[in-house]
């Protein structure tokens, strides 16, 4: 074993993605979200097991994206596209059935003209004030625009991770003003949004986060373990230091074990002299600082040093890797490298 073997267990996602459709309640759709390579899993595998499970909607960031989800998964699920219509997209989104979500007065512009017939729906702003249209504009081509049938109304949450925010009771009764009295399906909820409860969740939700194991979704399973092989050990004297800026110096004689990965690999230079390896069960400080390839490991009190060191694993999921690194999982997963081999078990093929 010379590469980092990253495991992925698609029965874990599946397990999840039926754990927030069964929130949501039976009248409520759930979608997935695989953009970003779903979350850095490989999308190639992990969408394919969710369309198996019974998904039908997948959305994702970039036409791009959604082209290559469309060679993965045919013609049978609906493809939506979050940065909706840019320019550039047409021949991907015709050629391909891809869905944009029109974010603006430029994108339905584009879209009516481009592809006249061709779905659609429709990203409005509630207050995050990131992608969508925002009241006025959609006033001004809320007409045309329902005439031409939409597929789908989109807003997102700002603040769902936290369910006590008055940003979430704000943005649902926009979107409730928004959209009251059409006869277009809603979405309004990813992961955090499916959490603070039914009212939120509409016609169809759109979980990420949640099917990979990160938080907000506490009661996840854990879908990664992340396996880094010991390249080498070496006895450290009581005095001499470890790594780049000698910033770890041994107070004792140490036994430092050296293992493959490192920043260029994901894992944040943030962790340098405060993450922790675990030795089947056993933890083990992440000494010195993290390199682009390599970190080293204070393993003096191992009675034996194993093969490889674990750095996501039972005892240290994506949530604790990401408060020591001072980030969150969403950054932690989408920041893995393709230098680790990506091991798949489950998925019901
Ligand atoms: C990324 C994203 C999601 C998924 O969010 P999670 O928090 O990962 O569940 C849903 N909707 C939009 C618009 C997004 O950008």
Redesign the pocket.
């Known amino acids: 074993m010379s590469s980092a073997i990253l495991q992925i267990d698609l029965d874990a996602v599946l397990a999840n993605w039926r754990a927030l459709d069964a929130a949501s309640g039976p009248a409520c759709e759930t979608a997935a979200?695989v953009?970003a390579d779903a979350y850095g899993l490989g999308a190639g595998r992990v969408a394919p097991a969710l369309a198996r499970a019974g998904v039908r909607r997948f959305?994702v960031?970039l036409a791009e994206e959604g082209a290559a989800l469309r060679q993965t998964l045919g013609e049978a699920v609906d493809i939506f596209v979050?940065s909706g219509h840019m320019a550039g997209d047409t021949e991907t989104i015709g050629e391909l059935g891809l869905t944009p979500m029109l974010n603006s007065l430029d994108q339905v512009t584009r879209h009516f003209e481009a592809l006249p017939g061709a779905p659609f729906g429709v990203q409005l702003d509630t207050g995050m004030n990131r992608?969508g249209m925002e009241a006025g504009e959609w006033a001004a081509v809320a007409p045309i625009v329902l005439g031409a049938a939409p597929r789908l109304f989109?807003s997102?949450l700002a603040c769902a991770d936290e369910p006590e925010h008055p940003a979430n009771a704000a943005q649902l009764t926009e979107f409730h003003r928004l959209t009251d009295g059409t006869a277009v399906p809603r979405s309004l909820a990813?992961?955090?949004g499916v959490l603070l409860g039914r009212d939120y969740c509409f016609d169809l939700t759109?979980?990420?986060?949640?099917l990979y194991g990160g938080a907000p979704f506490a009661a996840a399973r854990p879908v990664v373990r992340l396996s880094l092989p010991v390249v080498q050990v070496r006895e450290v004297l009581a005095g001499e230091t470890v790594g780049y800026g000698c910033t770890w110096r041994a107070d004792e004689d140490s036994r430092i074990a050296t293992v493959a990965a490192g920043y260029a690999d994901g894992l944040m230079r943030t962790l340098s002299g405060k993450g922790t390896l675990w030795a089947d069960g056993t933890p083990c400080p992440l000494v010195g600082r993290v390199s682009m390839d390599l970190i080293t490991v204070d393993v003096t009190h191992l009675r034996e040093v194993p093969e490889a060191l674990d750095i996501l694993c039972a005892e240290q999921g994506i949530e604790a890797l990401a408060s020591a690194a001072g980030t969150i999982g969403?950054e932690v997963l989408t920041a893995l490298g393709p230098r680790y081999a990506r091991h798949y078990i489950g998925g019901a093929g």
């Not at 759109?206 to 949640?210: A, E, F, L, Q, V």
């Open positions: 979200v953009k959305f960031a979050l992608l989109l997102h990813a992961t955090g759109r979980p990420g986060i949640g969403y």
